[in-house]
């Protein structure tokens, strides 16, 4: 079960994580566990001051060091303390390499992480020097924090979390899963102010319908990101039918 812990000056944060949803359920299962730190806690001076002005000028302020590095001894004990091993040291930063799936598996299968959250101008560089193992940013945008990035990381891990979703077999047929984005999904009614459901989806074929949702992934995939299918082919993870379908788009 991975157990991640939060360096944060916002834990309130992750509250809605506990009490709503898949993440919920992640949580109340015993399948993800979850702690935050807080560094003001670990910050000394009577003021509890956690940033200061950056050396060199500029606007904005810089998360101090020290209350950082208290913090992250502080959760490293506790893991220690819980029979684990020292965890890898995460940082959520916009010059880090952007999240994908394939990192959100090799997480979801570990023994967790603890995940910095940076706020203001950032952290120090010497804690960041010192202690941090990978740098993940969400997108080219800048959030406020870090917090919302490791919301965004945790939901993607504890969804993948054995017995979370309600069918097994969602998170496979989730895009990404195995390179390709997702099928188009449809529901009641079968028609809805002129627009009807695909007429093989109410076939009852299961066959049928498989093909169907592979050619419209491989079709959606070739449309919007044609640099995933390039990835399949060099990993040789197209059949010919696959490619025979994506020939027939053309
Ligand atoms: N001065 C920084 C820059 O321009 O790269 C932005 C700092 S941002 C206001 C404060 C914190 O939000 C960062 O330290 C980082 O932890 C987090 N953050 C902002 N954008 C992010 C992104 N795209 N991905 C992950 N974390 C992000």
Redesign the pocket.
Known sequence: MPRFDVLTLFGEYFEPLRTQGVCRRAFDRGAMALQHWNPRDFSIDTHHTVDDRPYGGGP?MV?LVEPLERALRAAQSSRETAGMDTAPVL??????AKLTQEQVKRWACSAGAVL????????DQRFIDRHVDEE???????????E??AMAFLDAVARLQPGVLGSADSAQQDSFSDGLLDCPHYTRPPTHTGLHVPAVLLSGDHARIARWRRDRSLQLTQERRPDLIAIMRRENRLSARDEQALASLD
Request: with cysteine.
């Open positions: 904005g998360m940082l959520f930063s916009p010059a880090g910095v959250c940076g706020r203001y101008e950032g952290i993940i940013s969400l997108g080219d945008y800048v959030l406020s924090g870090g919302i990035a």
